[in-house]
């Protein structure tokens, strides 16, 4: 069983910065990891996504503005985002254990609660 909790969130204008950090219970070096977001009214979409290898997947909408990492020593993964939009604002859940590498939401099987992330114009 892997638990993950989510920090980081919080509320930023157009054009700032934030960094997301999700620390896991229980053993996930092997694992992809990824992290997804939902505003109201939307369904669950895909941000980025990185295997044990390091190599990544990122939605077309953050490509060149988020940086997907992961330290596998301190069981931690990160989303480092810049140059942030209003239309980024939504509740930014951290997964784990892809049963294929994926942006899908229905490819993992452990998810945090998720932490939330407000730009402002």
């Known amino acids: 069983q892997v638990q993950l909790v989510e920090s980081g969130g919080g509320s930023v204008q157009s054009g700032g910065s934030l960094r997301l950090s999700c620390a896991a219970s229980?053993?996930?070096?092997?694992?992809?990891m990824g992290w997804f977001r939902q505003a109201p009214g939307k369904e669950r979409e895909g941000v980025a996504a990185i295997n044990f290898a390091g190599s990544t997947s990122y939605a077309d909408s953050v490509k060149g503005r988020f940086t997907i990492s992961r330290d596998n020593a301190k069981n931690s993964l990160y989303l480092q985002m810049n140059s942030l939009k209003p239309e980024d604002t939504a509740m930014y859940y951290c997964a784990a254990y892809c049963v294929y590498f994926s942006l899908q939401s229905s490819a993992f099987r452990y998810w945090g609660q998720g932490t939330q992330v407000t730009v402002s114009s």
């Open positions: 229980g053993y996930t070096s092997s694992y992809c």
